[in-house]
């Protein structure tokens, strides 16, 4: 047999050819290559060109074995001499060097992190390479096997190999390499994670806003204004104080967690910020190249790579992680992916020189040496009801009635997200038409809630009175005072005056545009049989409302607070104590209302701040309320009507909400009908002479 032989042109890159070499040789892997009687893989030694008269099955006879090894070994050896000090690499392979050099200079790596990064590269690339690491394995290999292999083929330390190829290592936490979830080779422990494609970082060039683009996405304008974030006018101005003297001095360490139910406008008013600073804002995306949704721990190293990069580049920017419970939530077994990366998430947190704003909506599960490493940590209110309307009415112009717009508006469960795209969707609809159809606009609404888990929102009311201020007669500017409770959300009132003049109805309102919970309790809720019961429900009720920033309406207070001296009982002065000293210790927003003012102790009015008389309606009222309200039950009215309605004294809202509940089930058929029956109302009211003639 012939010793004349020549290996084969080969079309691996000069880097494959040195790490496969040295391999074989350098670190003995070659006799893994030849086996008993053939060669252990034919496409690896096609790939190195080995002549094909060698390729055929060897036997003992002659010593052929030994003869072909020994050739095996002395035309590897003569190619690694050959290409050993060649430092150039070919023309293919120049823009991949580039951009390795790239990342090493942008992530600063060490030479051992640009040297793995080098081989996972050409892993991904060349699977020739991948088979070489595979000559010597006899089973599945464990990190422990991999780094053995690799500490060999790049010749480094392997304990220094151990901390560059851990989860938590630089060339792991930027996302650039990622562990499989099954490794049964050396590829598996160090696979290409790039967020470019690899034949892209193969053969064009990267920069940062390239892998900028990869790891963010610029955050869309904001649909909100900042008229809409009023109700948190205060924690908007203490942002923008901390946040624009600390971006220009560039402090690192910027964090705020906002929270709160999805909807409430998290996203809209962190963009509002960035706006009002005047940076760019980003939006983590949630998407990879490949438009597949990523998890957690992928954002999280994309969220560390764009600080990098942001950094490098010196621009001025806030990033918002939106929905961050994928990252510090984990299972009842299960640590969760910041707990997993503990000690680098609050590196992130104490040194990131962009500032973040997370988002969440819901905070219970996050562990708190997280929590304390937010500057700020503020709860998003739902918007205000009025806010609600506003921005309604902004989409909807005069299409919708504004019975409609309010009965939208008090759902809690409709955010600001859902009112932007229910009402665009309705107004497509309604593109052909003057007005949107209310009930098809709950049907939309009611679909999605109850997808999402929600109570349904019941058909508005027609025959309700639409409430307004200004079909209230009050002895004080009610305007300007209830302007003012829905600023300071502090008050104690008193409302008094004849049943049905809205006493009740304005602390529901009042509840509406404050934005308050509302506990609303009668006599009959306090009011306990056994001795020191109703002292104990009296001081649970107000406790309850301070805890949970409720606006406490008490209906019938005169049933507490009479006069002390007609007391018979020691248990009456007792509640009538009780309930003036939860009074005159509550520092939240308080509304108690009676129809018998004269018969309450004297010690009560000191502890009200004021004393509000609602009264009948007046002329003016009554015409106006009327109008409203015949519209909205369908009632047409005519001058005549009007001179009668005119006619009628101590007219109230209640009246008018009593003869509508009256038209669901017997309808009235005239406008005359409908004024008659109010003035029945009001015949029965004891203030009504006997004498006095309605004029019909």
Excluded at 159 to 164: A, E, G, M, S
Excluded at 481 to 489: D, R
């Amino acid at each position: 047999m012939t010793t004349q032989h020549q290996l084969q042109p080969t079309s691996l890159s000069l880097y494959s050819q040195k790490m496969i070499l040295h391999y074989l040789l350098d670190c003995n892997a070659w006799r893994f290559f030849i086996e008993k009687n053939s060669w252990a893989d034919s496409d690896l030694a096609r790939a190195l060109g080995m002549p094909e008269e060698l390729n055929i099955e060897f036997s003992d006879e002659n010593n052929e074995k030994q003869v072909k090894e020994s050739i095996f070994k002395q035309l590897l050896t003569q190619r690694y001499q050959q290409i050993r000090q060649q430092q150039d690499s070919e023309e293919q392979w120049k823009m991949l060097d580039k951009n390795i050099v790239f990342l090493t200079d942008l992530l600063n790596l060490s030479d051992v992190e640009q040297a793995v990064l080098h081989l996972a590269t050409h892993l991904e690339l060349e699977n020739e390479l991948v088979l070489a690491m595979n000559l010597s394995r006899h089973r599945d290999l464990n990190l422990n096997d991999c780094l053995d292999i690799m500490s060999k083929v790049l010749n480094v330390n392997k304990q220094v190999l151990k901390n560059v190829v851990k989860k938590k290592a630089k060339l792991f936490s930027y996302g650039i390499l990622e562990r499989a979830h099954y490794c049964n080779e050396v590829k598996d422990f160090i696979r290409w994670e790039g967020l470019v494609d690899i034949h892209e970082f193969t053969y064009f060039e990267i920069d940062c806003n390239l892998l900028l683009s990869r790891c963010l996405q610029e955050s869309a304008k904001p649909k909100l204004t900042f008229a809409q974030f009023e109700h948190i006018s205060e924690f908007k101005q203490q942002l923008l104080d901390y946040l624009t003297p600390n971006i220009i001095n560039k402090q690192r360490g910027m964090n705020i967690l906002i929270h709160g139910k999805a909807g409430v406008g998290k996203t809209e008013f962190a963009s509002l910020l960035a706006q009002q600073l005047g940076v760019t804002c980003y939006t983590l995306s949630p998407e990879d190249r490949d438009g597949d949704i990523i998890d957690g721990e992928q954002r999280l190293n994309n969220c560390r790579l764009a600080q990098r990069l942001l950094e490098t580049a010196e621009q001025q920017a806030m990033i918002i992680f939106d929905e961050v419970e994928d990252v510090f939530y984990g299972g009842f077994f299960e640590k969760s992916v910041a707990q997993s990366h503990k000690a680098w998430v609050n590196q992130l947190l104490e040194n990131n020189l962009t500032p973040m704003i997370w988002l969440s909506n819901n905070i219970q599960g996050i562990d708190p040496a997280f929590l304390r490493r937010f500057d700020f940590i503020f709860e998003m209110p739902d918007l205000p009801i009025k806010n609600k309307e506003k921005l309604i009415l902004a989409k909807v112009g005069n299409k919708l009635s504004p019975a409609y717009i309010h009965h939208f508006a008090v759902q809690d469960a409709i955010s600001p997200a859902l009112i932007d795209k229910g009402f665009t969707i309705m107004n497509q609809l309604a593109e052909q038409q003057e007005k949107i159809d209310g009930n098809m606009a709950i049907n939309w609404f009611n679909q999605t809630l109850q997808a999402q888990g929600y109570k349904k929102i019941e058909p508005l009311n027609q025959s309700a009175v639409y409430y307004s201020l200004d079909f209230i007669a009050c002895s004080d500017n009610i305007y300007q005072i209830s302007q003012g409770l829905q600023q300071h959300k502090r008050g104690r009132i008193c409302c008094y005056g004849p049943a049905g003049t809205g006493k009740t109805a304005w602390a529901k309102w009042l509840s509406e545009q404050a934005n308050l919970p509302l506990l609303q309790l009668n006599g009959s809720d306090l009011l306990d049989p056994y001795v020191g019961g109703t002292e104990q429900k009296i001081a649970r009720a107000f406790n309850k409302a301070k805890e949970n920033n409720m606006l406490l309406v008490l209906d019938e207070v005169d049933s507490f607070l009479f006069d002390r001296n007609g007391a018979d009982r020691s248990w009456e002065r007792s509640m009538v104590n009780e309930m003036l000293t939860q009074i005159e210790k509550f520092d939240g927003l308080l509304v108690v209302s009676t129809n018998l003012m004269d018969s309450l102790d004297p010690a009560v009015l000191r502890r009200f701040d004021l004393k509000l008389k609602f009264d009948y309606l007046t002329q003016t009222q009554i015409c106006e309320l009327a109008k409203c309200q015949a519209e909205n039950l369908g009632i047409a009215l005519n001058e005549q009507d009007f001179m009668r309605l005119a006619e009628i004294d101590y007219l109230t809202a209640g009246d008018f909400a009593a003869v509508a509940r009256r038209h669901q089930f017997s309808p009235f058929k005239k406008g005359e009908d409908w004024v008659m029956a109010l003035a029945k109302e009001c015949e029965l009211k004891p203030v009504v002479k006997n004498d006095r003639r309605m004029g019909f």
